[in-house]
């Protein structure tokens, strides 16, 4: 079993729907990332997360330490946010990577 | 500027050659990471290295040897090459070694082994 676990793994929805990808994992962890790769490959990282929430325009992250979860929220979704949609725990001694599979997020015009 | 740049974005070689991918970081960051996504998209972390120091080294072939000459610069070295290592790798910079900020990714090398 995987340390990192994301649902749903595919998702379609249509433009301008609000969008909930879910993260859980088992480990004790320093941080968790939220990190978005691009159809042509590209990476960029979104949010790090040690506890609370965090916004950015259109995108809102949440974490839950105790419950070992976080979401990741995109509002008023749009074509452009098509992307595969990666959660990444850093491990509590700060050496230890861990990363879920990817949603894979198509959202139609 | 290109923050986080990689050389080569594809390479395609021949099993048993050895090859090496270069990434350099202009942000000034003081950790620098290598990663490996394989066909089916996962990433893992292969390597990890803190002002030159090595932190990280995952359950990685000896065949893949990192060098850092210096913090700026994180280079990929894999002797005897495996069908197996055909993946995309990415580089990748954060400005602290522990606690987590967020990171900057390479827009990755894909390496292709026939």
């Known amino acids: 079993k995987n340390e990192v676990e994301q649902s749903p793994q595919n998702l379609t929805a249509q433009e301008g729907e609000f969008i909930t990808i879910n993260c859980s994992y088992s480990v004790g962890i320093s941080a968790l990332h939220w990190l978005q790769q691009h159809p042509g490959g590209g990476i960029v990282s979104l949010f790090m997360?040690?506890?609370g929430k965090k916004k950015h325009g259109r995108l809102i992250a949440t974490i839950n330490i105790q419950e070992k979860h976080s979401s990741l929220h995109i509002t008023a979704s749009h074509p452009r946010d098509s992307a595969v949609y990666i959660c990444?725990?850093?491990?509590?001694?700060?050496?230890?990577?861990?990363f879920g599979t990817g949603t894979s997020l198509t959202v139609i015009p | 500027d290109t923050a986080v740049s990689q050389t080569p974005k594809y390479l395609v070689t021949q099993m048993g050659n050895d090859k090496s991918i270069k990434c350099e970081q202009n942000?000034?960051?003081?950790?620098m990471y290598w990663y490996k996504q394989d066909s089916k998209k996962f990433l893992k972390i292969m390597f990890s290295?803190?002002?030159?120091?090595?932190?990280i080294n995952e359950t990685v072939p000896n065949r893949f040897s990192p060098k850092s000459p210096d913090k700026a610069h994180l280079n990929l070295h894999i002797n005897s090459l495996e069908l197996g290592d055909s993946a995309v790798y990415f580089c990748a910079s954060s400005p602290v070694r522990a606690g987590g900020y967020g990171y900057t990714f390479g827009s990755g090398t894909r390496l292709t082994v026939v």
């Open positions: 990444a725990v850093r491990g509590d001694t700060g050496n230890q990577f861990y």
């Open positions: 942000l000034g960051h003081d950790t």
């Open positions: 290295y803190n002002n030159k120091e090595l932190i």
């Open positions: 997360l040690s506890s």
